[in-house]
């Protein structure tokens, strides 16, 4: 397969009508997150002087009045939707998603960028672990089913699969963080430390940090992976050309990873893309569980808030990032299936 | 293969045990050791902007984070008053009066048109400036100018003018008579904070720019500084000042703990977790039910020693019925409402017993008791009620406390104490009768009828009430809130209890039926009623559809509660007899209109580990509030022990 093979002129029509409907789907999806919070009724300055209230500040009636019209005026939330909107995409279009509404005047962009590593970090990492491992297991499985150890294997996978992630990482919590308090409860990294990723021993921290929640979400998606790739393999196994392979005396290894587990990638290739593309919007319970300040707390909060922009900003990562990962599975699917090449 | 799985299950015990080993020489953050550190929860949860520490905006810490030790250790103002009994001090008979940089009590002309304070010499900023009156003129011309920032309004209408006589002297003229005024700078769970003059006029160019100033690293004026914070805002480090003597904490002696780190984003869970671990010296609120797996241990203590655990706080949860909306706008059924609660069946679903009641519009801590509970005491046994069917009936009911101490006996046994004075202290010296009864004859008197099991309106539709309860952030009153819906639901009222974000909204709107919550917050340690009182009265109402300014989103009216208002305004602060006695008649008034339905005072459930420090207030010893993320709290640390010094 050469390269001229592989991007002909078919693929170069697909290539743009493919790019045409992410940048749709981007639009669209941006434009429905800023309608939404705006159509809600609650209103961002009267949540902040709840909160002030409920906090035990005292207020005289009328600073009140005052203070509101001028928060109004400071959010940006006078003028028509319309005006509102325009403006959006003016300051969008600059890599400006505004002030933050509840940290003002901290922009948006900046508290989503320091949360973005973590969440990158916890959930690429143990997304393509479980991925990597889930499938090279079920593959195994599903080829080899009479084994006893790849019957065991699915029985764990089918016993941890229906436990929810966040489930999971509360038995993970309590059992080594309380019973046997191997695992610091708290944050993501030992206090004190700099955020330093080049240095050895701040690494070491975060691993110990995260091992926990990295486990649970390692060992909860890989079930479902095992599952996914032995059905698949159980499948094609009895396909013609798999018997015509054992028949012909090709070895089994060759079989398994080049007949079966090759033809078996198609789906789970399009779930890693789809997994790789949400994890911008975080594991909301698992980071809150284990104190880790990646975007799905930050999403959290941002809805608690009702903060506009960390909303929009959280949101408009998730779509990028769920369209171009869509995109590039779409991309990829013609190196992996000659059938999708011809078309 | 089993010696394998008892092998591996030894070694993570034992392991184990080193881990949740007590070392007083381990290092909580590089070059600070644990027992030299005092770690206290700051409820605020995980901040966004970490990095301001611009406490006068309302954005302060992000997320309205105040409290990550910057109100408590770092801030300093004129007065402070204490929610509970107070410790005994230099220069003040009333122990819960702290003249805090103020040298004494704000002095008023005759009309209170001129507030005049005296200010402590010695006081210094922790850049070896002193403070002076220079400061606090600078703090309000500063605030007035900016809109947006706490007490920036409060400091535009009211001041007229400020005159600095001396370094030691500040005269503020007022643009309307305000017996109140030093409320702006007295602290309940905070104030408006002074500022560094000296630090600001060099940060800001114009005084707008105060919106966007960090004051990043802050100066301190109270007793410590700030050593180092997490970026992603979990947790806050301060280290004592060497010169915490040149602080106004000087008064009550030296702070104990050399650090104070404040840790925050702690779902309820992990605080159970890390106190047991020993990593967490004070846990500002936990639920009832974590409070009682944490009570079983020697080395806990909370308000009560034991049952009923949490310190009731000076905020009162109430039910808070629409008073402009028909029906709740009708006496008699606001208290047809009250009267068909069965209070004991509220108190054991919401923190199972454990509670304060109060039957009066003001929360039942501090020192209510003496200037209000047992005041009050004769009148609300004699007090009564026309119900249509009987002219004198008598609603108060004493034996609500031992009725919940009965019931709860079997669950905790002698910690229930069966003597009856003590009991109601704890639980509170009585409640509203349940009786459905009464309650049905008063929505008789209001026109309403019962068919079948449900009650109509006088124009034929059913009474359905959506009663605006809590999420799951706080279960606690989130149950309360359903108990209740259901108490009034089995009485013949269809009651539905919602939970939506934009209740509030509605709320402010007057867009409700019946909310939960609370709009009465008292000072605590004084009786004066102008803290929550003051937006009651009438012009400050707004009609329904008008977002409310202030704490009466009820929409109460009365001409009589804006005389009692207007008394307070004219007269005498520092006159407690003469407060005492106004807010007496404000809850002689309120037992009788029943604007809302008071019902406990919000107690905090705090826990304290005993291991590394103890000393902490209680009940038996309530010289300060043990909820920590009180400004008031900075008391608790010149009062403790170092149980295990590290070794030097």
């Not at chain 2, 904490?249 to 779902?267: E, N």
Request: hydrophobic share 40%; proline share 6%.
């Amino acid at each position: 397969m050469t390269f001229k093979h592989l991007f002909n002129k078919n693929f170069g029509k697909y290539l743009l009508g493919r790019i045409g409907q992410t940048i749709m789907v981007i639009i669209i999806g941006i434009t429905i997150t800023f309608i939404i919070p705006r159509l809600a009724p609650t209103n961002p300055v009267e949540l902040k002087i709840q909160q002030m209230m409920v906090s035990g500040a005292n207020i005289h009636p009328e600073a009140i009045r005052q203070f509101r019209e001028a928060m109004n005026d400071i959010y940006g939330l006078k003028g028509t939707l319309l005006e509102q909107y325009v403006n959006f995409w003016g300051r969008l279009a600059r890599g400006d998603l505004g002030p933050s509404i509840f940290s003002f005047p901290y922009p948006a962009t900046d508290i989503i960028m320091k949360s973005m590593p973590w969440t990158i970090g916890l959930l690429l990492s143990t997304s393509v672990i479980s991925w990597i491992f889930g499938n090279l297991l079920g593959g195994l499985a599903g080829y080899y089913s009479n084994r006893r150890w790849t019957r065991w294997a699915e029985l764990l996978a089918n016993s941890i699969r229906p436990i929810p992630y966040y489930i999971f990482a509360f038995i993970l919590l309590i059992v080594f963080c309380f019973v046997f308090p191997l695992f610091p409860t708290l944050g993501a990294y030992d206090r004190g430390m700099d955020e330093n990723w080049m240095n050895p021993a701040f690494l070491l921290s975060v691993l110990h940090h995260t091992f926990l929640p990295a486990l649970s979400l390692v060992l909860t998606g890989l079930g479902g992976w095992l599952l996914g790739m032995r059905a698949l393999v159980s499948n094609i196994i009895s396909e013609d050309y798999v018997q015509y392979a054992e028949v012909a005396g090709v070895k089994k290894k060759t079989i398994l990873y080049q007949y079966v587990m090759r033809n078996a990638m198609l789906p789970q290739i399009t779930g890693l893309g789809m997994s790789l593309g949400g994890i911008f919007s975080g594991a909301l319970i698992t980071e809150y569980v284990f104190g880790i300040p990646g975007m799905g707390q930050l999403a959290y909060r941002a809805i608690v808030g009702f903060d506009y922009s960390l909303i929009m900003g959280v949101s408009i990562f998730s779509i990028v990032g769920v369209s171009v990962a869509v995109l590039i599975v779409d991309l990829l699917y013609p190196i992996f299936d000659p059938r999708v090449r011809l078309n | 293969m089993k010696r394998l799985f008892w092998l591996v299950v030894s070694a993570l015990f034992a392991t184990s045990v080193v881990y949740a080993d007590i070392d007083p020489n381990k290092e909580v953050i590089p070059g600070v050791k644990r027992g030299d550190t005092i770690i206290v929860e700051d409820p605020t949860g995980a901040i966004t902007n970490p990095d301001s520490f611009n406490i006068w905006t309302v954005w302060a810490g992000g997320n309205g984070g105040w409290s990550h030790g910057l109100q408590q250790l770092a801030m300093d103002t004129l007065w402070l008053i204490d929610p509970d009994s107070g410790l005994a001090h230099p220069g003040e008979k009333d122990n819960t009066w702290h003249n805090s940089l103020a040298a004494d009590r704000p002095a008023y002309n005759k009309d209170f048109t001129v507030m005049t304070v005296k200010l402590k010499k010695g006081i210094y900023w922790s850049d070896n400036v002193e403070f002076t009156s220079a400061d606090v003129k600078y703090t309000v011309e500063t605030l007035a100018q900016n809109p947006t920032a706490l007490f920036g309004p409060q400091f535009k209408t009211d001041v007229k003018s400020m005159t600095t006589p001396d370094k030691y002297t500040i005269v503020f003229n007022l643009n309307a008579p305000n017996s109140r005024f030093h409320r702006n700078f007295t602290v309940r769970w905070n104030a408006c904070w002074i500022m560094p003059k000296h630090r600001f006029e060099k940060d800001l160019k114009v005084a707008t720019d105060l919106m966007t100033y960090n004051f990043n690293p802050p100066l301190s004026l109270g007793p410590y500084t700030l050593k180092d914070y997490d970026k992603h805002g979990g947790w806050f480090m301060w280290e004592r000042r060497a010169d915490w003597a040149r602080t106004s904490i000087a008064d009550f002696g030296k702070p104990v703990p050399p650090f104070v780190m404040y840790q925050l984003d702690l779902p309820n869970d992990k605080k159970v977790i890390a106190q047991t671990n020993h990593d967490l010296d004070m846990i500002h609120e936990v639920t009832p039910e974590g409070i009682i797996s944490l009570a079983k241990n020697k080395w806990e203590t909370n308000w009560f020693q034991g049952f009923p655990f949490g310190h009731p706080d000076p905020t009162l949860v109430a039910i808070l019925p629409n008073n402009a909306k028909a029906p709740f706008d009708n006496k008699d059924v606001r208290w047809a409402l009250a009267l068909s609660l069965d209070i004991t069946k509220v108190a054991l679903a919401s923190y199972k017993g454990a509670v304060t009641l109060s039957p009066l519009q003001y929360p039942p801590t501090g020192t209510s008791k003496k200037y209000y509970f047992d005041p009050m005491q004769g009148f609300l046994k004699d007090m009564t009620l026309d119900t249509g069917t009987n002219k004198a009936y008598k609603p108060y009911d004493t034996t609500v406390a031992t009725k919940i101490g009965d019931m709860v006996r079997p669950t905790f046994g002698d910690a229930v104490p069966k003597d009856p004075t003590r009991l109601a202290a704890m639980l509170g010296q009585g409640w509203w009768k349940y009786d459905p009864k009464a309650a049905s004859d008063l929505l008789i008197k209001a026109g309403m009828t019962k068919k079948g099991d449900q009650w109509y309106k006088a124009n034929g539709e059913q009474f359905k009430i959506t009663l605006f309860n809590w999420g799951t952030g706080n279960p606690t009153l989130q149950r309360l809130g359903t108990m209740v819906a259901e108490l009034w639901t089995d009485f013949g009222i269809e009651t539905t209890a919602l939970w939506a974000q934009d209740n509030g909204t509605r709320y402010n709107l007057g867009d409700f039926d019946v909310n939960m919550g609370w709009n009465i917050e008292s000072w605590g340690g004084n009786p004066d009623i102008s803290f929550f009182a003051d937006s009651m009265h009438s012009r400050f109402y707004t009609p329904i559809g008008e977002v409310h300014n202030g704490r009466n989103q009820v929409r109460y009216k009365s001409a009589e509660l804006d005389k009692i208002l207007d008394k307070v305004n004219l007269s005498d602060f520092n006159d407690t007899a003469k407060s005492a006695a106004l807010g007496l008649e404000f809850l002689k008034l309120t037992a009788k209109d029943m604007p809302t339905i008071p019902l406990m005072s919000y107690n905090v459930m705090s826990s304290q580990d005993n291991t590394y420090w103890s000393g902490y207030p209680n009940f038996d010893k309530p010289y300060a509030n043990p909820v920590t993320n009180w400004a008031n709290s900075r008391y608790i640390f010149t009062q403790l022990k170092q149980m295990l010094p590290p070794k030097k």
